[in-house]
């Protein structure tokens, strides 16, 4: 079992800046992948960013690209999501998620264990 824990999120001002921050406990070391998705209300859970555990791949939504950085500290078991420039739209709860095989980064099913989730509020 592997544990996620987010936060980091709040309300900020459209341009403005927030740092997510998910902290994985447990069986860290069966973990092949992280990801952060989002969903906002009425919508499906979406694909943000993916990061490979030894931080070799890193990827992201065409949405986030150029505004979204994806990092890992293996040392403290913990993956951030640094938001840039953000904008009413990245309205959402963000989850943080975790795998231990492999296919595509990109969709939700391929995630073994989701975070709570933290709320993200950009205002216009």
């Known amino acids: 079992q592997v544990q996620l824990v987010e936060s980091g999120g709040g309300l900020v001002q459209a341009g403005g800046s927030l740092r997510l921050s998910c902290a994985a406990s447990g069986r860290t070391s069966s973990t092949s992948a992280m990801g952060w998705f989002r969903q906002a209300p009425g919508k499906e859970r979406e694909f943000v960013a993916a990061?490979?555990?030894?931080?070799?791949?890193?990827l992201y939504a065409d949405s986030v690209k150029g505004r979204f950085t994806i990092s890992r500290d293996k040392a403290k078991n913990t993956v951030y999501l640094q938001m840039n420039s953000l904008k009413p739209e990245d309205t959402a709860v963000y989850y943080c998620?975790?795998?231990?095989?492999?296919?595509?980064?990109?969709?939700?099913?391929?995630?073994?264990?989701w975070g709570r989730g933290t709320q993200v509020t950009v205002s216009s």
């Open positions: 990061i490979t555990w030894n931080g070799d791949i890193t």
């Open positions: 998620a975790a795998r231990t095989g492999s296919g595509s980064y990109y969709h939700p099913s391929q995630y073994d264990y």
